[in-house]
Structure formats: structure tokens, C-alpha cells
């Protein structure tokens, strides 16, 4: 069965450089969810998208911005890049009314901010 | 805001020992609940959920956990485990309207062959 695609898997920025992560959900899902694992740390909800408007808002900085595309798509766009964004970054996806089953994750981008 | 517990940072067993992994929330309303896995270099995986019912919760893997209501707490248990089951667990709550997930800090189990 189709998963949800992340791309890239690693990326490795300078300080101060940007960065665009990329999450495909699985077909028909129409949520998409983005976390932030740092190293040794649990899941932080950054934001959320149904039907390529924001759902919800979590701790994201306000140096990074989020969308989802019309074929439901979503990137985080991260600018000015700091040594402390350096973690794994998980796209999750679901179907809105049938979130509560749990959603997919994907297998996450490891940024590496040097 | 709702937050999660896991008491255990660390767990090491030997194989065929049974586990209990704690996690305690703090919510006062309804809660819907999870328990995830993440293998190393791995993303999460769903082991269990719990959102009413049955307060005993059967996942994959042989995986069960508990809901109980008064104590605020949903423990993974597996009578036995293996090598394989080596990973890290996360206990996951939902709250509200909110439909994000606030994790546990994650328990590392390692099982020693």
C-alpha cells in the first residue's frame, strides 16, 4: 500500500540557508500533519492542513511556513536556518474523518544544520 | 494544555521477560490515545489506539495496553518479548477538538538476546 513519501530523506544546510521539505500523504487523505523530532526528544506538533487550508497551529517558529497544494502535497519552507533546527522532521497524513484511527507517518527528512 | 508522562526513559530486558512500559496523561476531558513505535533510523508506527470501549486495547505485535480511566494512565504491557521489539516507545495523547497528537518523551526498550 502507498505510505507517505517524504523528500529529501537527509539535508545538510548552512546557517542561515533555506530550506524546503516535501511530504506526499497517501491518496484520498486530505490532512496533513508536520512534527519536529529533535535529537533525543519526543514529537513536537508544528502545524497541520485540511483541504490546503490550516488546521492547526502548533511550535512552529515564525521562520518557517507551511502550504498544502492543490493535489494535497505539503511543503515546510524553513528560512534562516539555525544549528538548534537541526532534527527529523515527520509528514503525517489522514483523512480528516477518520483521524482518530491514528494517521501515517512518514519516514521523516533529517536536516542537518552546520 | 494536555501533556504525557513516560516514566521509564530506558528499559533493558532479556527476551521472554513480560514489559510494562508506563504513561500517565493529564487531561481532564475526553481523551483519545496511542501508542507508537520507532525502530532505529525508523519513522513512527501505530502499535494501539484507544478512543472508548473496551479500556483493554489489543495491537500488533502481540502489543496490549490498558486505559484506566482513574488513574489517568494507558500502559503498554506484552507478556513476552523479543529481540525485536527492541526500539523506542511513545505514548501519545489527543485532546479536545485539537486533532494533533502531544507525545510522551519516548521509553528506549533494549532486548537483550
Known amino acids: 500500500a502507498a505510505g507517505v513519501i517524504q523528500s529529501p530523506r537527509h539535508l545538510i544546510k548552512e546557517k542561515r540557508e533555506t530550506a524546503t521539505l516535501k511530504c506526499y500523504p497517501i491518496?484520498?487523505?486530505?490532512?496533513v500533519y508536520w512534527y519536529q523530532q529533535g535529537p533525543g526528544q519526543d514529537p513536537q506538533f508544528l502545524i497541520s492542513?485540511?483541504?490546503?487550508?490550516?488546521?492547526d497551529k502548533g511550535s512552529i517558529p515564525d521562520r518557517f511556513s507551511a502550504q498544502q497544494f492543490s493535489d494535497y502535497h505539503s511543503e515546510l519552507n524553513m528560512s534562516s536556518l539555525e544549528l538548534g533546527d537541526s532534527a527529523l522532521y515527520f509528514c503525517?497524513?489522514?483523512?480528516?474523518?477518520?483521524?482518530?484511527?491514528?494517521?501515517?507517518f512518514g519516514s521523516g527528512t533529517r536536516l542537518t544544520v552546520v | 494544555a494536555q501533556s504525557v508522562s513516560q516514566h521509564n526513559h530506558h528499559v533493558i530486558l532479556s527476551e521472554a521477560a513480560s514489559l510494562e512500559l508506563g504513561c500517565n496523561y493529564s487531561?481532564?476531558?475526553?481523551?483519545?490515545l496511542f501508542w507508537y513505535v520507532q525502530y532505529p533510523g525508523q519513522h513512527l508506527q501505530l502499535l494501539l489506539k484507544?478512543?472508548?470501549?473496551?479500556?483493554l486495547v489489543k495491537g500488533i505485535k502481540g502489543f496490549e495496553a490498558e486505559f484506566i480511566k482513574s488513574k489517568f494512565s494507558f500502559n503498554l504491557r506484552k507478556p513476552s518479548v523479543q529481540w525485536s521489539d527492541t526500539a523506542e516507545y511513545f505514548c501519545?495523547?489527543?485532546?479536545?477538538?485539537?486533532?494533533?497528537?502531544?507525545f510522551g518523551s519516548g521509553t528506549q526498550l533494549t532486548v537483550l538476546p
Open positions: 503525517a497524513s489522514s483523512l480528516l474523518s477518520k483521524w482518530v484511527y491514528g494517521y501515517t
Open positions: 491518496p484520498r487523505h486530505d490532512t
Open positions: 492542513f485540511y483541504e490546503k487550508m490550516q488546521s
Open positions: 487531561y481532564g476531558g475526553t481523551v483519545n
Open positions: 484507544y478512543f472508548s470501549g473496551d479500556p
Open positions: 501519545a495523547v489527543n485532546a479536545g477538538s485539537a486533532r494533533q497528537l502531544t
